[in-house]
Structure formats: C-alpha cells, structure tokens
C-alpha cells in the first residue's frame, strides 16, 4: 500500500533561517513526488515534483526538495524562510507503477515563520 | 490567481435541501477531481473524471453526486447532506489522467459547505 508520512504536525522557524518540512514515503515500484503548499482559507497550490532524473529539485518561492531514494524521503527545504512562507504543506506521491489517477497525500505541516 | 474557478465560495444548506457546487477551467485539462478537506486535515479524494467519464468514485454516498456536462465544467449535486458533510470541497484539474503530469493537479479555491 502507498503512504506518505509528515512526522511534524508543525515546523517553527526564525525568518531568514533555512527551513526544512520532512517527508518520507512508501510506494510499490519508483514514485513520484510532490509538494503542495495551502494558504488560509486558500485551495491548493503546486510547488515542485521529482519524475526522474537529478534528485535536487527547484520549484516555486525558492523552494527546493532533495529526492533520496535510499532513505524514501522527500524533504522540503528554503535556504532563508519567509513570513509569508507560513502555510500548511503537504506531501503527496504516487506509484509509477499505478494505473488510478489517486495522489496519495500526507498528514500536513504546519509552518510558522516568526519575524 | 487560480485558474479553476469554483462557485459559491460558501454554502449553507439544511440536511433536506438540494444544491450543486460548480467548478470551471479552461486550461484544456481533461482530468477533473473533487476533493474534500476537513480543517487541518490532507484532502481526501472524491471523484476522478477523466475526458468527461467517471473513472473513479472513493465509495461517496449517493447523497453526492458529480456530474461532467462538459471538458470544462465540473459539479456536484448535494441532497440529504448531514452536518458531518459540512467541509471545504476542493475541485482540481490536471493535463490528463495518465502519465507523469497526473500528480499536478491545479485546485480551485474551494467552496466551504456548512450543513445544519
């Protein structure tokens, strides 16, 4: 069975420090990844994905996440947080293998970023 | 600023009454969802439509009911809702149902239903 695990409930960070939203995950076959980001009150909005190829990916605001397949992890990253980076991110993957059009997303995290 | 337009913001509605949420894009997609999100909580899968048929349906009470009139269009029509179908119901779009742009998924702002 697919699963996507978010061990924090929320991440408190100091603004201009380097943040880190974890992610680890558990796919039959080669996954792909995602990150989402909500804002309040707000639908969804795409920040990255790893498909294939360099396990560093960029995305959107600064965002970067690093693919580590031995670990099954996913982990979000910004070299210098922001205020307005506080949100709910969310984790999300699927089998490659897997026919089902189904994201499998993780539990949520919570970002604060205090001035 | 969202491409998938979904309408109304929020509903209220008694546990006998009959609505429709509605969701609209025109980017082309072919891949249409409903998602719903209870606060604080990861969205959970509704529906998936892909070119206009349903392709997958999460076991939803028939008390929800999706309907594609069109590529574009997207709704679900609410009847007999109870208080714990009160949530913020998500419609997302993607470039299709199959294939590696399947997990981006593009989300409308949400209609916040309250069933009383």
């Known amino acids: 069975a697919q699963s996507v695990a978010q061990p924090e409930d929320q991440v408190n960070v100091a603004e201009g420090n380097p943040l880190t939203v974890k992610c680890t995950y558990s796919?039959?076959?080669?996954?792909?990844l995602f990150w989402y980001v909500q804002y309040p009150n707000r639908g969804l909005q795409f920040l990255l994905k790893?498909?294939?190829?360099?396990?560093l990916v960029k995305g959107s605001y600064g965002f970067e996440a690093e693919f580590n397949k031995s670990q099954t992890s996913f982990h979000l990253k910004k070299p210098s947080a922001l205020v307005s980076d506080s949100a709910l991110y969310f984790c999300a993957v699927r089998s490659r293998g897997d026919s089902s059009y189904k994201l499998i997303f993780g539990s949520g995290t919570r970002l604060l970023v205090r001035p | 600023d969202t491409e998938v337009t979904q309408t109304p913001k929020h509903l209220v509605m008694g546990m006998t009454n009959k609505k429709s949420l509605k969701c609209e894009q025109h980017m082309g997609h072919r891949a249409m969802y409903w998602y719903k999100q209870k606060a604080k909580k990861p969205p959970e899968l509704m529906f998936v439509y892909s070119y206009e048929k349903l392709s997958i349906n999460e076991s939803v009470p028939s008390r929800f009911s999706p309907e594609c009139p069109n590529s574009s269009l997207l709704n679900l029509h609410l009847h007999a809702l109870q208080p714990e179908d009160s949530a913020l119901y998500l419609c997302a779009s993607s470039q299709d149902s199959a294939g590696v742009k399947t997990g981006e998924l593009f989300f409308g702002e949400g209609s916040r239903l309250t069933v009383l």
């Open positions: 796919v039959s076959g080669n996954p792909y």
């Open positions: 790893y498909i294939t190829g360099d396990n």
